[in-house]
């Protein structure tokens, strides 16, 4: 016979309409649990004293939902009578589950900030919780997955619920710890390897290869989740198709006797000697990168599941996998890789044709001819994302992170060492990374071990000073942090101070960290080995990045630089995240001309030549600007001086630090080495070199700012809103 369960539902009747999706959703939960839905549109009779019908409703639910919405947080009745009701009742057990309907603000909301709000899907741009509203209207397919999936979670909540009650009264105590963390461990799986299993049959497969792994192991309790957490990893790190059903019965058939999961059942037996899975291994090759990246949204979801799954999990701060992962192929470069464009519009090319399409002027008043040519060399460059050096100014301050890949930049992950020596370097990859420009490259090939994080949850802000944060002084161990004793009080999180440049690794809110967040990092425990073949193969861009402006500095303020084309103003510096948005609109990047080559930068041989050849392409491009600048420009622009102003490049920050890792031959030098050879003087003259007489080293703080290469992740952001912003104008087809 199915039990009983009240749901009570907390909603304002300005949305009616979304309170019946849920409650048909809701109503559909049966067997073994019957759900009784209370909404007071339906729970109360005309006629009835409808408050004591609420507090009636209230003290029999077994469970409550919040629809949460801006009239939801403003109704008076529901903040001043339902919810003190619902919180108190909250504290003596009850299950209260807000659901975000409409987009609202509720993170200024005290007791909300500290509940897990549904659904639990993130924005990609912004890192904020979505509403439902936000996925499609009440009746599109879309928010009905999303209601599918919490209706799973609720199922799976009453029906644990239910069986503590059962085993309450059979025998007056609280159920064997070993079957919570059967539960958890199959909640785990369901969050991450089932998310695209058919939701009826999401539970029974999970409680299904939660026993196999149990037989198998011969393990229980905690340490049977740990088993399932290695099996997660080890399906996420190295399965072809990881929330492939057919794959996952495969793997757990297999643990006997199949060749391919003989790893992952040597890695479960090791561990099942004493239950410890932290010490497990395991090993990647070159596919590691390409995968970790494609993978990113689950092992998000992995990382939330194991925060959530049970007690005995260590704080969300200091939660990474519980393997160790040791990587076989990897090259390690002093550089920071800024999102691509088609990173961050998810491969899609035609918000990325549309914005060039914009950026070229209608016939007419001019030609038009610079701005296709500076819009196709910026897009061009953008497309895959180019890599920023690491610098020592304020924008770098706190903890940073290396590029760690395979092939090229932009199949590499943020790789951080939390360990610092006493100059606030990494430990042990600093010095590692400094003898490069003596080795003449860029990149090493470096075999590595360490454990992936989401970067969101330990890391944050570095601040402007650097100063070192709390926990600097005494770092604990990854291992310790994962075996410590949680059963008191939960400690503070524990967050590090990371650079600003790199702030899509802890996902800032507001525009000026609207690129796309990396999220995933891996955190160094030992350097393996260190290659110094030099024969080798690792791709990145060598770039220059020059500002075509004037001769003479901007009139409304000299210190700024020099003055922008056709009597462009630059926005005054934006003192708060909110005040980015002048920025943006200024476009300030419409004035900016990149060029590249695409180079091999872990072999000295090639890179010599290669950073030669991107001067060269740099001198020759400018030049036929130059030439034709009569045609390019207005008449007052060129009877003022056209200069091209060299504002950073792959080696050169542009701002008033030198970098952290200078190269062996900078690009800078060479240009003005490439300059001092050129015939044409007026040419020369016009291309301006940071630290030459008419350009000294100490920058304009308007390039310093807004041109510099630690501020480009930023300029990069105003262009993705900018590119976002003309998506949405575009007429519908």
Known sequence: MSRIVNVFVSYSHDDGAWCDVVVKHLQGLHDPIEVEVWIDRKGIRAGDKWLPEIETALAQADLALLLISPSFLSSDFIRKTELPKLLARSKEGLRVIPVQILPSAWEVIGWLRETELRPKVRDEKTRKIKALAEFGNEKSVAVSRRLSDLMVEIAGILQDDASDAKAVAGNGRTPANDDAHARAAASLLVATLLQETPVEEREPFARRSVERLAEFCKLSGEALLSAVRLFVEYQLLRADAPTSVLELQASLDGLDNDETAQRLAGELKRGAHDGDFSGSVIEMKSLFFMLAREREALWESYFDAVARTARDTPARDAIATLARIRVNLGFIAPQFLVAGLLSRFEDDWRPVLNAYRHSIPKAGGRSGAFESLQASQWNCWLVWGPSIPICRCAQWQGRFAYQYGYGDENNSLPLIELDLADNGEPRTLGPLVSDLAAEGRGAKLVQLTGRLRWGPDFLREGDAEGGKAADDEATLDLIDELERDDSGEEPPPRKYPMAAAQASLWCGDGPQHAHHADGLVLQLESVDHAVEETRVYFSAYLWMMFLVALARPDPTDPDIGPRLLRRKSYPSWPESPAERVR????????????????????????????????????????????????????????????RFHLVCSSDYSGCDCAIRYASADPLPELLRQRLEAESDRDFAAAVVVPGSSDNPAQRPWGLAGYFSSCHLPELVADYFGYVDKLQRQKPRR
Do not use: K
């Open 583 to 642: 920025v943006g609109d200024a476009r300030l990047w419409e004035n900016l001309l990149p060029v590249f080559v695409h180079a091999n930068v872990a072999d000295p041989a090639a890179l010599h030549f290669q950073r030669r050849a991107v001067v060269e392409n740099s001198v020759q491009l400018l030049r036929q600007v130059w030439e034709r600048r009569n045609e390019f420009f207005d008449a007052d622009d060129v009877a003022s001086g056209i």
